[in-house]
């Protein structure tokens, strides 16, 4: 059981990871033009600058982009549960005084 688990954790590696930050998921928001994913932080950031999907270059709302991106609840779920440790870590971040 355990092999089984650790091969889906590598397989599914790829559709966890940020191409932003290469980081995993934080606050996983996605595109609804194109269902492309970000953390929250990284595509909030991206898009201050940008109107244009990173990866497909889809365009976004012209005015206001941050109406074509969703919190995605789902894949948070996802990522916390492949990933071991990952949301306990990013919760112990969370609680130290920004520096
Ligand atoms: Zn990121
Ligand atoms: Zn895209």
């Known amino acids: 059981m ?9 397989s599914l ?3 966890l990871v940020c191409v932003l ?3 995993y ?5 996605t595109i609804v033009e194109c269902l492309h994913s970000f953390c929250r932080s990284c595509i909030v950031k991206y898009l201050e600058t940008s109107r244009f999907c990173p990866i497909c270059d889809v365009q976004l709302h012209k005015t206001r982009p941050l109406l ?5 609840k789902i894949l ?7 990933v071991p440790g990952l949301h ?10 920004n520096t």
């Open 2 to 10: 355990k092999e089984t688990s650790r091969t889906l954790v590598k």
């Open 13 to 15: 590696n790829p559709h």
């Open 21 to 23: 930050c290469a980081g």
């Open 25 to 29: 998921y934080i606050d996983p928001t």
């Open 68 to 72: 074509s991106i969703r919190r995605d």
């Open 76 to 82: 948070e779920r996802l990522v916390y549960k492949i």
């Open 88 to 97: 306990a870590k990013e919760m112990a971040r969370r609680s130290l005084p």
